[in-house]
């Protein structure tokens, strides 16, 4: 249905140089400057079609808003099933932190469990129609795992590269996958690092984060679906775990569009960067008054996805905090594990690590009277708690049947709670 709506894709562009290439050749970072690329749409055609009313009938996939992603013969427009994530109220926990209007969009429903499948749901699509056989990526575990899917989806091959010490679900998940997967001793940059110097001489096409225009347009279509959610409105604020920093640059792109094209005024969401206390580039580069972030020395962190230590995107993540009159904020291990236990048991809702950093980040900034209690917050549930059984605590009771035993332990287990 939505295969007959183009995309109205004209240019890549550098937005730091302000350089525009012929879009339909492959182009990782900007010839110009080795910064990001970001991909330019005629929005007045765009918005022909892409209606309110036309947008009724759609299915809720990344290629819902067609017209305004980077990928032109709809052959090549690989779903499974990515997007339309619902946008769930957090009733008791929001009472309870004095945000009563505090929503959660839950992308841990996404294929894979995590958000990462709308951005390489669009980068390997894109790749796909640009004649790409193979696709590299380092990757803390999600990225990998999406990459994978979509690859495999495609007919195309996957090379992923992650952690040592990454959860080994995202391992096992890869090779089920039919990715070929390496481990790197290191974090993600280390990763990068490997990518970056095998991928040009063995054909493999790089899509770490930002190094390539399409993921951001991908991760884009978040904030596309919030404001259709929403009602064609923005929220008070975006509370957003951040480690590469795709999802709050393609937001931010989102809500240009957006208003480009009619849907929306000049209004904005605050964009809030969430990250961990012994990981935080960001967060420090943004109270420091600086718009680049140096590469954070012995990054750590239980939340895999929030362990990036450097970001090719930082001066974009920053723009989007101060245009947006946002702020960033480091929460420790100890905090975000308690708020992920604390929405699972509040709300029902079994999130991963990063997302009970942005629900303690809310918690936070409303005791420091950053957020007021009218405002309405969006935090975004970027993965799944399923992929965390190594979080999970340990110790059941274990009961033979035969055993005439069983009462008391079930009592004294009870008890405790
Ligand atoms: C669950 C989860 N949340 C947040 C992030 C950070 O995302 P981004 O790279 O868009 O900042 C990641 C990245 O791996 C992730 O897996």
Redesign the pocket.
Known sequence: MEDRFESAMTTVYGPESGMHYDPDQLLTTDPADGKVLLVDYDLERAARTLTKESLEGRPWNLWRYAEIMPVRDPRNRLTLGEGGTPLLSTNRLGAEIGLPNLLVKDEGRNPTG???AR?LGAAVSRAKELGVEAIALP?????AAAASAYLARGGMKAIVFMPEDAPDVFKAECRALGAQVFLVKGLINDAGKIVRENSASRGWFDVS?LKEPYRAEG?KTMGLELVEQLGWSVPDAII?????????VGMWKAFDELEKMGFIGPERPMMIVVQAENCAPIVKAFHAGERHAPLWENAQTI????R?PI?IGDYLIIDAIRQSEGTAIAISDADLLEMTDRVSGSEGMHM?P??GAAFAAAARLREEGFLSESDQVIV?G??SGLLHTDLVAEGYPVLDPNDSSVGEIIDSAYQQG
């Open positions: 995590s958000f990462k951005g990757s803390a575990g999600n990225a984060t991760k957003y775990p951040t480690g590469g920093g795709t999802g709050i939340a895999p996805g929030m990036v970001a991963s990063e997302v975004f970027t993965g």
